[in-house]
């Protein structure tokens, strides 16, 4: 476990959003009537006048997921959801995930069910703010770093559904930043997407949290650990649009001497890095939901001045991939999973 000594690398200063372009006018679904409005030029908006005190039935989850599909990251404000309405929600996209591995390599889970990733830094022994050196929370670090969610494991994750219980104080911090990983697929400079197609990266958990804390990690290798391989550049199955599937947890591109391939990952990140693909969703009040899908956005935490000092209570499920390149090139079936305490 993290002691008092562990250093941890700040994450860079992000450049703040700068939105080029018009934001499109927020529209109605045909069939329930529900408000889409777009948040950006190319992806992420807020839909309202969902029912949530209600099962979601077939038919409207239909709609809901239409709208997950082409936006990416979908914001939905008061949603009063309880822990059991948000799972049974979450299951309508496909298999859940758990955080059964984490608990197996030694973290204490603080919430009542194993299909709520527990995104937040409360201590689970003293329900206070978790203090700066807890492995929890030196772990939600890495997660300011623009990412995709559980793309370490055999089978990947496509979506999830982050759900607020306790919010840090106004103006203290705590947003989710977005990026749009299928419009920055298709601005890429051909060549690159030449040079990219065909190309596997190789992901692993280890690789972002030894980026942000180097000491603690410096004896492990993530090449000599379990390495999950996707394709750089792939077609979004829901959408059918070319996305580029890259994260804070790329360590390395199969066939390239180790200069190249820090390289080209270097390269790929700046460019879907950059300001005009971002946005940065604020978090209101709890029971909002943001849900996206890790197969066509990439997403980090903002972080901010809360950190040790105010609570911040956000819990996720996660959908295992549904998609046709769910276990991308680890073999069908392969179901292994990656846990760090
Ligand atoms: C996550 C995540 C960001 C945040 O839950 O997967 O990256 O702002 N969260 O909490
Ligand atoms: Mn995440």
Redesign the pocket.
């Known amino acids: 476990m993290p002691t008092e000594t562990i250093t941890v690398t700040p994450t860079p200063t992000w450049v703040p959003l700068k939105i080029e372009g018009l934001v499109p006018a927020p529209y109605r679904t045909p069939k329930f009537n529900l408000r889409v409005v777009p948040l950006h030029p190319t992806f992420a908006c807020e839909l309202q006048g969902v029912d949530w005190s209600k099962d979601v039935s077939p038919e409207l989850y239909q709609e809901i997921r239409e709208i997950v599909d082409k936006y990416g990251v979908v914001v939905c404000r008061k949603t009063g959801l309880t822990d059991e309405a948000h799972i049974k929600f979450s299951a309508n996209f496909g298999d859940l995930d758990d955080v059964k591995p984490y608990q197996k390599a030694g973290r204490t889970h603080r919430l009542a069910y194993p299909e709520l990733?527990d995104?937040g830094n409360i201590d689970p022994n003293t329900g206070d703010v978790a203090p700066l050196t807890a492995a929890q929370v030196i772990g939600?670090k890495a997660?300011e770093l623009f990412?995709v969610?559980s793309s370490f494991n055999g089978r990947r994750a496509g979506h999830?559904l982050?759900l607020a219980h306790v919010l840090p104080p106004p103006g203290t911090g705590?947003?989710?930043e977005y990026a749009d990983s299928r419009t920055a697929y298709d601005e890429l400079p051909d060549a690159t997407k030449k040079q990219i197609e065909g190309l596997v990266a190789n992901h692993s958990l280890f690789h972002s949290r030894k980026t942000v804390m180097p000491e603690y990690f410096k004896d492990t290798d993530p090449s000599k650990l379990p390495l999950s391989k996707h394709k750089l550049s792939q077609t979004h199955e829901w959408s059918g649009r070319k996305n580029l599937y890259i994260a804070s947890y790329v360590h390395s591109i199969e066939g390239l001497d180790d200069a190249a391939s820090k390289a080209l990952i270097a390269e790929l990140l700046a460019h879907v890095q950059q300001p005009r693909y971002r946005v940065t969703i604020d978090w209101h009040q709890p029971g909002d939901m943001i849900m996206w899908d890790n197969t066509s956005v990439m997403?980090?935490?903002?972080g901010g001045s809360y950190e040790g000092q105010h609570r911040r209570d956000?819990r996720?499920t996660t959908v295992k991939d549904m998609s046709r390149d769910k276990y991308g090139l680890n073999g069908d079936g392969a179901d292994w999973r990656v846990g760090l305490p």
Do not use: E, I
């Not at 997403?299 to 903002?302: S, V």
């Open positions: 990733f995104a939600n997660n990412h969610d999830s982050l705590g947003s989710t997403h980090r935490a903002t956000m996720r």
